[in-house]
């Protein structure tokens, strides 16, 4: 099978400048009306999820000493639903992987589960971990957004956090139940404002990212304007939001999924396809094929999102963890994305299942894609035909093309490390065969 050599197309994301994540924490803290209702003494409960955001760290860090300064005592709740194996312990671990953990944040971590039904809506119950239900005042944060499962005003955010979050696994499981009646959209606002009426919350800190996943601004939004203001801040984030710069693929070859990259393993307005039973499909992009190699280190063996592809790598169904990944699909109503698809021994096996099963195609006319995951997607390394609809469209081609780097075994280097070697000033020293630093 002869596969077309690859060039790397550059997107130019622009960032807006390095943000200075404490004082814009600081500034909007106290900008807020939160110092008039926190007093000293005061429990303060922040929730902190699983995604990788870049800034979280240091925002929770600059939140939690906000907190401190007014003499208040802050209170770190893991607020991921059912990452981390569903248990205390396991989304503990999961915010120290992302490092997290009591002494970087200046806070005590929450560390049981004690779900506790705060109200009904439509016949569902609405949970609340007794750790909310108990604090003062609940300040949530997380990044605006477009969400996996769905397309609405309301998506990935701030209230969502507060229906997942502050409900964690039995929240999480309650909501995704009603969705399969109602919708996802209709669902998460229903909860959440039985939550807002229930629960102490004063606000929630919006972080709003640019293309290359750093962090652009940071707002802080009063309890009272969150359902009016997060629809707007969902606009803005959408404008920000990187993605593939192609409508048509025949292949796409993936490096890596992770909980850490998307809720769904895989950013699935990235990749076209949300494959949820009761809501709406994407219009583009459309690829025909998806091939994925692995899995990320830190999504900690969860392969949600295994379903979305066509081929994958053995090694990855070989890494997953099939009870943790079992219950991520089952929490959120979407076995689909458990299901495991056709597993090959070498990734020249996987791609090449995907090029016989896209119809007729010549190396000319292949439109074939390889990207790190779809949150990095700053570089992608494509075929000559995708290279040509880049320059039309004013993106950068490196020169020269080159083959795909296949080892004795079939496999490959992963693309960062491909990108490393040829975005670098070429040093003297051994190269493999196929052109990429022997270290890879």
């Keep these: 099978m002869e596969i077309p050599k690859l060039q790397i197309v ?43 955001i870049a800034c979280m760290t240091e925002a929770l860090r600059a939140l939690v000493a906000c907190v401190k300064e007014l003499g208040a005592k802050p209170l770190i709740l893991p607020a991921m639903g059912s990452h981390g194996g569903g248990t205390a312990e396991g989304q503990i671990e999961v915010l120290r992987h992302l490092g997290q953990d009591e002494v970087r944040l200046g806070a005590s971590i929450h560390d049981r589960l004690d779900p506790v039904v705060v109200g009904e809506i439509e016949g569902c119950p609405v949970y609340a971990d007794g750790a909310a239900v108990a604090a003062d005042h609940i300040i949530l944060v997380n990044r605006i957004k477009e969400h996996t499962e769905f397309i609405g005003n309301f998506e990935s955010g701030l209230i969502k956090m507060s229906v997942v979050g502050l409900g964690r696994i039995a929240g999480a499981e309650a909501m995704h139940q009603l969705a399969v009646r109602v919708s996802y959209a209709r669902a998460i606002k229903a909860i959440a404002q039985v939550l807002f009426a229930r629960l102490p919350i004063i606000g929630g800190l919006a972080i709003l990212e640019d293309k290359a996943n750093s962090v652009r601004r940071i707002e802080a939004v ?59 499909e994407c219009e583009r992009p459309r690829i025909t094929r998806i091939a994925l190699r692995d899995l990320s280190e830190k999504t900690g063996g969860n392969a949600i999102g295994i379903g979305l592809a066509d081929y994958v790598h053995r090694r990855l169904v070989e890494k997953m963890d099939a009870e943790m990944t079992a219950l991520n699909c089952i929490t959120a109503v979407a076995p689909e994305k458990g299901r495991i698809p056709i597993s090959m021994a070498s990734d020249r096996q996987v791609l090449e299942a995907a090029l016989r099963s896209i119809g007729v195609w010549t190396p000319a006319s292949l439109r074939l894609a390889w990207i790190v995951n779809t949150l ?65």
């Design 376 to 440: 990095d997607l700053e570089h992608l390394a494509v075929s000559p035909a995708l290279a040509d609809e880049a320059r039309a469209k004013g993106l950068t081609v490196r020169e020269p093309a080159f083959p795909f780097p296949f080892d004795d075994a079939g496999d490959l280097p992963g693309l960062r490390t491909v990108l490393g070697f040829r975005l670098s000033p070429r040093k003297p020293g051994p190269l493999g065969g196929n052109g990429v630093a022997d270290a890879s």
């Design 10 to 52: 550059e997107q130019g994301f622009k960032q807006d400048g390095k943000l200075d994540v404490q004082q814009a924490v600081f500034d909007e803290f106290r900008r807020s009306e939160w110092p008039s209702h926190i007093s000293p003494g005061h429990t303060v409960l922040i929730t902190a999820g699983s995604r990788g």
């Design 222 to 280: 009063s309890a009272a304007a969150i359902f009016d203001r997060e629809p707007e801040l969902l606009r803005e984030a959408q404008q920000h939001h990187a993605t593939l710069p192609y409508d048509l693929i025949d292949v796409l070859l993936v490096d890596e999924i992770g909980k850490e990259i998307s809720g769904a393993g895989f950013d699935t307005k990235v990749i076209g396809r949300i494959m949820n039973i009761y809501e709406n």
